[in-house]
T-cell receptor
Framework: GEDVEQSLFLSVREGDSSVINCTYT??????LYWYKQEPGAGLQLLTY?????DMKQDQRLTVLLNKKDKHLSLRIADTQTGDSAIYFC????????????FGAGTQVVVTP | DAMVIQNPRYQVTQFGKPVTLSCSQT?????MYWYQQKSSQAPKLLFH???????NEADTPDNFQSRRPNTSFCFLDIRSPGLGDAAMYLC??????????FGPGTRLTVL
């Protein structure tokens, strides 16, 4: 199985906040990423955080990093129907050059 | 806008008939990657080119090959597609080990 773990599904009401959680195993990871994938499309880079940071905010997105627990979360404020997608967290593998280790993806469904 | 382009977006081939997928980029990145993504799964790295150096993942089948004739283009060749090779194929690029940027993908159907 994957070393990066995510919950598989999240349902949220339009206008509410979404929180997607991820745990990773490689404490040497320097960057951690969040990608968004809409149906039939490629992966869109949403945001990333450097491992020496605890938090990063970018408009409606807030990334929190807890290095002690190897826990990463993505909060989407004021969730919109256009936010319905699969969200992947990923870490750069330190034992395989440049290789992104993905979680299984969290499907977010936004309901009116 | 600088971007990663994949052609075609949808490709249908027959069992055993060779097929080539194309990726180009205007980001001038020195690294190009090919990923395979099956339904409801995470992308799986097949191989990457670091400049002209080809790096194959250990579990990538021999049926998959790649060519990078220049910095901007990279091709994925599937020599004898099987039904199990039906998937979304994603190309990505990066500057060294920095952030990877993905193309829109090519959906491959094998009949």
């Amino acid at each position: 199985g994957e070393d990066v773990e995510q919950s598989l599904f999240l349902s949220v009401r339009e206008g509410d906040s979404s929180v997607i959680n991820c745990t990773y195993t490689d404490s040497s990871s320097t960057y951690l990423y969040w990608y968004k994938q809409e149906p039939g499309a490629g992966l869109q880079l949403l945001t990333y955080i450097f491992s020496n940071m605890d938090m990063k905010q970018d408009q409606r997105l807030t990334v929190l990093l807890n290095k002690k627990d190897k826990h990463l979360s993505l909060r989407i404020a004021d969730t919109q129907t256009g936010d319905s997608a699969i969200y992947f967290c990923a870490e750069v593998s330190t034992d395989s050059w440049g290789k992104l280790q993905f979680g299984a993806g969290t499907q977010v469904v936004v309901t009116p | 806008d600088a971007m990663v382009i994949q052609n075609p977006r949808y490709q249908v081939t027959q069992f055993g008939k060779p097929v080539t997928l194309s990726c180009s980029q205007t980001l001038n990145h020195n690294v190009m990657y090919w990923y395979q993504q099956k339904s409801s799964q995470a992308p799986k790295l097949l191989f990457h080119y670091y400049d002209k150096d080809f790096n194959n993942e250990a579990d990538t089948p021999d049926n998959f090959q790649s060519r990078r004739p220049n910095t901007s283009f990279c091709f994925l060749d599937i020599r004898s597609p099987g039904l199990g090779d039906a998937a979304m194929y994603l190309c990505a690029t990066s500057r060294d080990q920095d952030t990877q940027y993905f193309g829109p993908g090519t959906r491959l159907t094998v009949l």
